[in-house]
Protein backbone atom coordinates (compact mmCIF):
# COMPACT_ATOMS: atom_id res chain seq x y z
CA UNK A 1 0.00 0.00 0.00
CA UNK A 2 1.26 2.93 -0.68
CA UNK A 3 -0.74 6.34 1.63
CA UNK A 4 0.75 9.58 0.43
CA UNK A 5 -0.42 13.04 0.87
CA UNK A 6 -3.91 12.96 2.19
CA UNK A 7 -3.02 15.08 5.73
CA UNK A 8 -6.08 13.97 7.94
CA UNK A 9 -7.10 10.97 5.65
CA UNK A 10 -4.17 8.87 5.15
CA UNK A 11 -2.56 9.76 8.63
CA UNK A 12 -5.54 8.09 10.07
CA UNK A 13 -5.90 5.16 7.97
CA UNK A 14 -2.24 4.82 8.53
CA UNK A 15 -3.08 5.10 12.47
CA UNK A 16 -5.72 2.44 11.93
CA UNK A 17 -4.18 -0.21 9.95
CA UNK A 18 -1.22 0.36 12.25
CA UNK A 19 -3.18 -0.61 15.40
CA UNK A 20 -4.70 -3.15 13.89
CA UNK A 21 -1.62 -4.50 11.83
CA UNK A 22 -3.95 -5.18 8.87
CA UNK A 23 -1.87 -6.93 6.20
CA UNK A 24 -3.19 -8.53 3.28
CA UNK A 25 -7.12 -6.58 3.17
CA UNK A 26 -5.35 -3.15 3.38
CA UNK A 27 -6.68 -2.55 0.20
CA UNK A 28 -10.02 -3.06 0.94
CA UNK A 29 -10.24 -1.50 3.73
CA UNK A 30 -9.07 2.00 2.26
CA UNK A 31 -11.60 1.66 -0.82
CA UNK A 32 -14.45 1.25 1.32
CA UNK A 33 -13.24 4.47 3.13
CA UNK A 34 -12.59 6.64 -0.03
CA UNK A 35 -16.15 6.10 -1.05
CA UNK A 36 -17.43 7.10 2.82
CA UNK A 37 -15.30 10.46 1.95
CA UNK A 38 -16.39 10.86 -1.60
CA UNK A 39 -18.96 13.81 -0.59
CA UNK A 40 -16.60 15.42 0.91
CA UNK A 41 -14.10 14.98 -1.47
CA UNK A 42 -16.45 16.42 -4.55
CA UNK A 43 -16.57 19.74 -2.66
CA UNK A 44 -12.70 20.16 -2.38
CA UNK A 45 -11.03 22.41 -4.90
CA UNK A 46 -11.41 21.17 -8.53
CA UNK A 47 -7.33 19.76 -8.50
CA UNK A 48 -7.63 17.68 -5.80
CA UNK A 49 -11.17 16.09 -7.33
CA UNK A 50 -9.39 15.60 -10.51
CA UNK A 51 -6.29 13.61 -8.55
CA UNK A 52 -9.45 11.84 -7.12
CA UNK A 53 -10.66 11.12 -10.59
CA UNK A 54 -7.64 9.97 -11.56
CA UNK A 55 -7.33 7.52 -8.89
CA UNK A 56 -10.89 6.64 -9.06
CA UNK A 57 -10.21 5.47 -12.34
CA UNK A 58 -7.52 3.05 -11.56
CA UNK A 59 -9.38 1.58 -8.82
CA UNK A 60 -10.14 -2.07 -10.75
CA UNK A 61 -6.49 -2.30 -11.28
CA UNK A 62 -5.77 -1.19 -7.84
CA UNK A 63 -7.84 -3.76 -6.30
CA UNK A 64 -6.79 -6.43 -7.95
CA UNK A 65 -3.29 -6.12 -7.05
CA UNK A 66 -3.98 -4.93 -3.18
CA UNK A 67 -2.51 -1.83 -3.83
CA UNK A 68 -3.72 2.11 -3.42
CA UNK A 69 -3.00 5.05 -3.83
CA UNK A 70 -4.90 8.05 -1.99
CA UNK A 71 -3.82 11.88 -2.40
CA UNK A 72 -6.59 13.97 -0.97
CA UNK A 73 -6.13 17.35 0.59
CA UNK A 74 -9.42 17.60 2.77
CA UNK A 75 -9.85 18.78 6.41
CA UNK A 76 -12.76 16.90 8.36
CA UNK A 77 -14.48 19.41 10.82
CA UNK A 78 -13.12 18.51 14.14
CA UNK A 79 -16.45 16.84 15.80
CA UNK A 80 -15.87 13.97 12.93
CA UNK A 81 -12.61 14.11 13.06
CA UNK A 82 -11.25 10.07 13.56
CA UNK A 83 -9.29 9.29 16.55
CA UNK A 84 -6.56 6.74 16.59
CA UNK A 85 -7.61 3.73 17.91
CA UNK A 86 -6.07 2.86 21.46
CA UNK A 87 -6.48 -0.58 23.26
CA UNK A 88 -6.86 0.81 26.52
CA UNK A 89 -8.63 3.95 26.37
CA UNK A 90 -7.02 5.09 29.39
CA UNK A 91 -3.38 5.70 27.68
CA UNK A 92 -5.38 8.35 26.01
CA UNK A 93 -3.96 12.07 26.66
CA UNK A 94 -5.97 15.34 26.20
CA UNK A 95 -4.44 18.52 27.41
CA UNK A 96 -1.21 20.61 27.82
CA UNK A 97 1.82 19.41 27.83
CA UNK A 98 5.61 21.17 28.43
CA UNK A 99 8.57 19.40 26.83
CA UNK A 100 11.94 20.84 28.68
CA UNK A 101 14.44 19.31 26.20
CA UNK A 102 11.90 18.78 23.32
CA UNK A 103 15.18 20.00 20.84
CA UNK A 104 16.87 16.69 20.54
CA UNK A 105 16.59 12.60 22.13
CA UNK A 106 14.30 11.69 24.22
CA UNK A 107 12.31 14.52 24.92
CA UNK A 108 11.66 15.26 21.66
CA UNK A 109 9.89 11.43 21.31
CA UNK A 110 8.10 12.19 24.47
CA UNK A 111 6.93 15.12 22.85
CA UNK A 112 5.72 13.34 19.91
CA UNK A 113 4.01 10.66 21.75
CA UNK A 114 1.71 12.52 23.69
CA UNK A 115 1.13 14.48 20.53
CA UNK A 116 -0.03 11.06 19.37
CA UNK A 117 -1.69 9.81 22.07
CA UNK A 118 -4.10 13.05 21.96
CA UNK A 119 -2.76 16.33 23.56
CA UNK A 120 -4.07 19.29 23.12
CA UNK A 121 -1.12 21.50 22.59
CA UNK A 122 2.29 20.41 22.89
CA UNK A 123 4.82 23.82 24.05
CA UNK A 124 8.49 22.79 22.94
CA UNK A 125 10.70 24.06 25.63
CA UNK A 126 14.75 23.85 25.16
CA UNK A 127 18.10 26.16 25.06
CA UNK A 128 18.37 25.54 21.03
CA UNK A 129 15.62 27.10 19.50
CA UNK A 130 15.87 25.77 16.00
CA UNK A 131 16.10 22.37 17.20
CA UNK A 132 12.81 22.70 19.79
CA UNK A 133 11.57 24.78 16.44
CA UNK A 134 12.21 22.03 13.95
CA UNK A 135 10.76 19.55 16.26
CA UNK A 136 7.78 21.44 17.11
CA UNK A 137 6.88 21.64 13.33
CA UNK A 138 7.29 17.98 12.66
CA UNK A 139 5.30 17.14 15.74
CA UNK A 140 2.22 18.43 13.52
CA UNK A 141 2.80 15.15 11.62
CA UNK A 142 2.09 12.82 14.70
CA UNK A 143 -0.63 15.12 16.21
CA UNK A 144 -3.73 12.97 16.81
CA UNK A 145 -6.20 15.68 17.58
CA UNK A 146 -7.41 18.11 14.46
CA UNK A 147 -7.07 20.82 16.71
CA UNK A 148 -3.40 20.27 18.12
CA UNK A 149 -1.60 23.30 18.67
CA UNK A 150 2.03 23.67 19.32
CA UNK A 151 4.82 26.32 20.37
CA UNK A 152 8.48 26.99 20.89
CA UNK A 153 9.50 28.21 24.04
CA UNK A 154 13.67 29.30 24.17
CA UNK A 155 15.12 28.98 27.63
CA UNK A 156 17.83 26.96 29.97
CA UNK A 157 17.26 25.35 33.19
CA UNK A 158 19.70 26.99 35.07
CA UNK A 159 18.06 30.25 35.05
CA UNK A 160 15.31 30.17 37.39
CA UNK A 161 14.04 32.88 35.84
CA UNK A 162 13.30 31.31 32.46
CA UNK A 163 12.23 28.18 34.19
CA UNK A 164 9.25 30.49 35.82
CA UNK A 165 8.87 32.96 32.63
CA UNK A 166 8.07 29.10 30.58
CA UNK A 167 5.73 27.98 32.93
CA UNK A 168 3.54 31.18 33.11
CA UNK A 169 3.91 31.10 29.53
CA UNK A 170 2.03 27.96 28.58
CA UNK A 171 -0.55 28.89 31.53
CA UNK A 172 -1.24 31.99 30.03
CA UNK A 173 -1.27 31.33 26.67
CA UNK A 174 -3.37 27.90 26.58
CA UNK A 175 -5.02 28.35 30.21
CA UNK A 176 -3.47 25.35 32.08
CA UNK A 177 -0.75 22.99 32.31
CA UNK A 178 -1.74 19.30 32.83
CA UNK A 179 1.63 17.21 31.47
CA UNK A 180 5.16 18.22 32.01
CA UNK A 181 8.46 16.25 30.93
CA UNK A 182 11.65 17.24 32.04
CA UNK A 183 14.39 16.05 29.87
CA UNK A 184 17.08 18.91 29.70
CA UNK A 185 20.11 16.76 30.22
CA UNK A 186 23.54 16.81 30.24
CA UNK A 187 26.15 13.80 30.63
CA UNK A 188 30.29 13.59 32.40
CA UNK A 189 31.52 13.64 28.70
CA UNK A 190 34.43 11.64 30.18
CA UNK A 191 35.01 8.75 32.13
CA UNK A 192 37.17 8.71 35.22
CA UNK A 193 37.34 7.79 38.42
CA UNK A 194 36.16 9.50 41.47
CA UNK A 195 39.74 10.34 42.97
CA UNK A 196 40.01 12.52 39.63
CA UNK A 197 36.62 14.18 39.35
CA UNK A 198 36.67 17.64 38.00
CA UNK A 199 34.76 20.21 40.14
CA UNK A 200 33.97 22.46 37.36
CA UNK A 201 32.24 19.40 35.35
CA UNK A 202 30.87 18.61 38.57
CA UNK A 203 28.76 21.72 39.22
CA UNK A 204 27.89 21.81 35.96
CA UNK A 205 26.27 18.53 36.09
CA UNK A 206 24.74 19.09 39.09
CA UNK A 207 23.44 22.73 37.96
CA UNK A 208 22.01 21.37 34.94
CA UNK A 209 20.54 17.98 35.75
CA UNK A 210 19.68 18.06 39.25
CA UNK A 211 19.58 22.01 40.62
CA UNK A 212 17.29 22.39 36.57
CA UNK A 213 15.31 19.51 37.11
CA UNK A 214 14.74 20.76 40.70
CA UNK A 215 13.41 24.24 39.13
CA UNK A 216 11.31 22.81 36.73
CA UNK A 217 9.46 20.32 38.88
CA UNK A 218 8.88 23.13 42.11
CA UNK A 219 8.07 25.61 39.27
CA UNK A 220 5.26 23.14 37.15
CA UNK A 221 4.53 21.81 40.69
CA UNK A 222 3.12 25.24 42.01
CA UNK A 223 1.23 25.61 38.93
CA UNK A 224 -0.50 22.46 39.02
CA UNK A 225 -1.77 23.51 42.24
CA UNK A 226 -4.02 26.30 40.83
CA UNK A 227 -5.72 24.42 38.89
CA UNK A 228 -9.13 21.94 39.29
CA UNK A 229 -8.31 18.81 39.87
CA UNK A 230 -9.92 16.39 37.14
CA UNK A 231 -11.68 12.98 37.02
CA UNK A 232 -11.76 9.64 34.75
CA UNK A 233 -14.49 7.60 33.66
CA UNK A 234 -13.65 4.31 32.93
CA UNK A 235 -16.01 1.23 32.76
CA UNK A 236 -15.33 0.43 36.46
CA UNK A 237 -16.60 4.00 37.71
CA UNK A 238 -15.04 7.30 37.71
CA UNK A 239 -11.62 8.13 39.56
CA UNK A 240 -9.75 11.76 40.42
CA UNK A 241 -7.16 11.77 38.27
CA UNK A 242 -5.69 14.75 40.06
CA UNK A 243 -4.49 18.63 38.94
CA UNK A 244 -1.42 17.25 36.70
CA UNK A 245 1.57 15.03 36.25
CA UNK A 246 5.18 15.37 35.77
CA UNK A 247 7.70 12.90 34.29
CA UNK A 248 11.23 13.35 34.67
CA UNK A 249 13.60 11.86 32.70
CA UNK A 250 16.29 10.09 35.19
CA UNK A 251 18.26 7.17 34.47
CA UNK A 252 19.14 3.64 35.47
CA UNK A 253 22.48 5.42 36.99
CA UNK A 254 19.67 6.78 39.53
CA UNK A 255 20.07 3.08 41.06
CA UNK A 256 23.20 1.91 40.09
CA UNK A 257 26.75 2.90 39.26
CA UNK A 258 28.59 3.11 35.98
CA UNK A 259 32.60 3.44 35.96
CA UNK A 260 33.93 6.73 35.33
CA UNK A 261 30.82 8.33 35.88
CA UNK A 262 30.84 9.52 39.41
CA UNK A 263 29.02 13.15 38.66
CA UNK A 264 26.55 12.56 36.40
CA UNK A 265 25.06 9.32 38.81
CA UNK A 266 25.00 11.85 41.50
CA UNK A 267 23.02 14.02 39.69
CA UNK A 268 20.42 11.38 38.19
CA UNK A 269 20.64 9.56 41.93
CA UNK A 270 19.34 13.56 43.00
CA UNK A 271 17.13 13.53 40.04
CA UNK A 272 14.96 10.56 41.56
CA UNK A 273 15.00 11.45 44.81
CA UNK A 274 13.61 15.08 43.41
CA UNK A 275 10.92 13.09 42.01
CA UNK A 276 10.34 10.71 45.37
CA UNK A 277 9.88 14.00 47.26
CA UNK A 278 7.72 16.07 45.21
CA UNK A 279 5.61 12.74 44.07
CA UNK A 280 5.23 12.73 48.06
CA UNK A 281 4.73 16.27 48.90
CA UNK A 282 2.27 16.56 46.30
CA UNK A 283 0.62 13.47 46.36
CA UNK A 284 -2.57 15.09 48.20
CA UNK A 285 -2.63 17.61 46.17
CA UNK A 286 -3.66 15.42 42.85
CA UNK A 287 -0.04 15.95 41.36
CA UNK A 288 1.77 12.92 40.21
CA UNK A 289 5.58 12.64 39.89
CA UNK A 290 7.47 9.76 37.95
CA UNK A 291 10.62 9.20 36.83
CA UNK A 292 11.63 6.95 33.83
CA UNK A 293 15.10 5.31 34.24
CA UNK A 294 16.42 3.81 31.12
CA UNK A 295 20.02 2.62 30.32
CA UNK A 296 21.35 3.66 27.40
CA UNK A 297 18.95 5.09 24.55
CA UNK A 298 19.86 5.73 20.96
CA UNK A 299 19.68 9.55 21.13
CA UNK A 300 22.32 12.54 19.69
CA UNK A 301 23.92 12.20 23.56
CA UNK A 302 24.78 8.60 23.46
CA UNK A 303 26.55 8.99 19.86
CA UNK A 304 28.26 11.87 20.99
CA UNK A 305 29.14 9.25 24.09
CA UNK A 306 30.15 6.94 21.57
CA UNK A 307 32.19 8.85 19.39
CA UNK A 308 34.13 10.17 22.62
CA UNK A 309 34.44 7.01 23.64
CA UNK A 310 33.88 3.96 20.98
CA UNK A 311 34.26 1.08 23.63
CA UNK A 312 30.79 1.81 24.95
CA UNK A 313 29.48 -0.08 21.88
CA UNK A 314 31.03 -2.82 23.02
CA UNK A 315 29.96 -2.47 26.61
CA UNK A 316 26.48 -1.99 25.41
CA UNK A 317 26.63 -5.28 23.40
CA UNK A 318 28.47 -7.20 26.49
CA UNK A 319 25.90 -5.92 29.61
CA UNK A 320 22.80 -5.17 27.93
CA UNK A 321 20.63 -8.52 27.88
CA UNK A 322 19.54 -7.75 24.55
CA UNK A 323 22.32 -6.47 23.25
CA UNK A 324 21.42 -2.89 21.92
CA UNK A 325 20.52 0.36 23.30
CA UNK A 326 16.69 1.28 23.07
CA UNK A 327 15.24 3.23 20.98
CA UNK A 328 13.77 6.76 21.92
CA UNK A 329 10.67 5.38 21.50
CA UNK A 330 10.68 2.52 24.25
CA UNK A 331 11.07 5.22 26.21
CA UNK A 332 8.78 7.69 25.19
CA UNK A 333 5.88 5.65 25.15
CA UNK A 334 6.71 4.77 28.81
CA UNK A 335 6.55 8.31 29.81
CA UNK A 336 3.27 8.79 27.54
CA UNK A 337 1.55 5.99 29.69
CA UNK A 338 2.62 7.41 32.73
CA UNK A 339 0.89 11.35 32.07
CA UNK A 340 -2.34 9.49 31.14
CA UNK A 341 -4.95 8.17 33.29
CA UNK A 342 -4.02 4.74 33.32
CA UNK A 343 -1.29 5.72 36.07
CA UNK A 344 -3.59 7.75 38.05
CA UNK A 345 -1.90 5.34 41.11
CA UNK A 346 1.35 5.43 40.22
CA UNK A 347 3.37 8.06 42.25
CA UNK A 348 7.00 9.00 43.18
CA UNK A 349 8.01 6.11 40.89
CA UNK A 350 10.71 4.99 38.93
CA UNK A 351 10.07 2.95 35.77
CA UNK A 352 13.47 1.54 34.50
CA UNK A 353 13.61 0.86 31.06
CA UNK A 354 16.79 -1.46 30.71
CA UNK A 355 15.52 -5.22 29.35
CA UNK A 356 16.64 -6.20 33.21
CA UNK A 357 20.33 -5.05 32.81
CA UNK A 358 20.38 -3.49 36.35
CA UNK A 359 18.60 -7.16 37.84
CA UNK A 360 21.65 -8.93 36.76
CA UNK A 361 24.71 -9.69 39.50
CA UNK A 362 27.48 -10.50 37.49
CA UNK A 363 29.68 -12.87 39.60
CA UNK A 364 31.80 -14.19 36.39
N1 LIG B 1 20.60 8.87 25.76
C1 LIG B 1 20.78 8.04 26.74
O1 LIG B 1 21.43 6.99 26.60
C2 LIG B 1 20.16 8.33 28.10
C3 LIG B 1 20.03 7.28 29.01
C4 LIG B 1 19.47 7.52 30.25
C5 LIG B 1 19.04 8.80 30.57
N2 LIG B 1 19.18 9.82 29.69
C6 LIG B 1 18.73 11.14 30.11
O2 LIG B 1 17.71 11.60 29.25
C7 LIG B 1 17.75 13.03 29.17
C8 LIG B 1 17.71 13.42 27.72
O3 LIG B 1 18.86 12.88 27.10
P1 LIG B 1 18.96 12.71 25.51
O4 LIG B 1 19.78 11.50 25.27
O5 LIG B 1 17.62 12.81 24.91
O6 LIG B 1 19.85 13.99 25.19
P2 LIG B 1 19.90 14.98 23.94
O7 LIG B 1 21.20 15.65 24.03
O8 LIG B 1 19.54 14.25 22.69
O9 LIG B 1 18.73 16.00 24.27
C9 LIG B 1 18.82 16.86 25.37
C10 LIG B 1 18.07 18.14 25.05
O10 LIG B 1 18.13 18.97 26.23
C11 LIG B 1 18.50 20.27 25.83
N3 LIG B 1 19.25 20.90 26.93
C12 LIG B 1 20.46 20.53 27.42
N4 LIG B 1 20.81 21.35 28.39
C13 LIG B 1 19.80 22.25 28.54
C14 LIG B 1 19.58 23.34 29.40
N5 LIG B 1 20.50 23.72 30.29
N6 LIG B 1 18.42 24.03 29.29
C15 LIG B 1 17.50 23.71 28.37
N7 LIG B 1 17.66 22.68 27.51
C16 LIG B 1 18.79 21.96 27.60
C17 LIG B 1 19.40 20.10 24.60
O11 LIG B 1 19.43 21.28 23.81
C18 LIG B 1 18.71 18.93 23.91
O12 LIG B 1 17.71 19.37 23.02
C19 LIG B 1 18.99 13.48 29.92
O13 LIG B 1 18.64 13.93 31.20
C20 LIG B 1 19.82 12.21 30.03
O14 LIG B 1 20.61 12.21 31.19
C21 LIG B 1 19.72 9.61 28.46
Redesign the pocket.
Known sequence: MTCSAGHDVSRYLSSQLRATQLQPDVSICIFSASFVLAPLVRTVPQSYALKYYFYHRSFSTLIRTRCLIIQFEINIPSNLHPRYITMIRSTEVDGVALI??S?????KEAAFSLAEAGARVVVFA???EN?ATASSEESKKYASRHDYQTSVFK????DEKAVQDMVDFVVAEYGCLDYCVN?????NGTHTPLAETDIENFDRIMH??TR?NLLCVRTQAAAMWKQTPKTWTSRSGTRDIGRGVIVN?A??NSFAGLPGKGSYTIS?HAAMAITKMSGLDHSADGIRVNAVC????R????DEELRKNPEVQEIISAVCPIKR?AECEEVSDAVTFLCSPAASYVNGAALIIDAALTTTLRLF
Open positions: VGGSGIGDMNTMNVEGAGVDINGISAKPTWVTPLLA
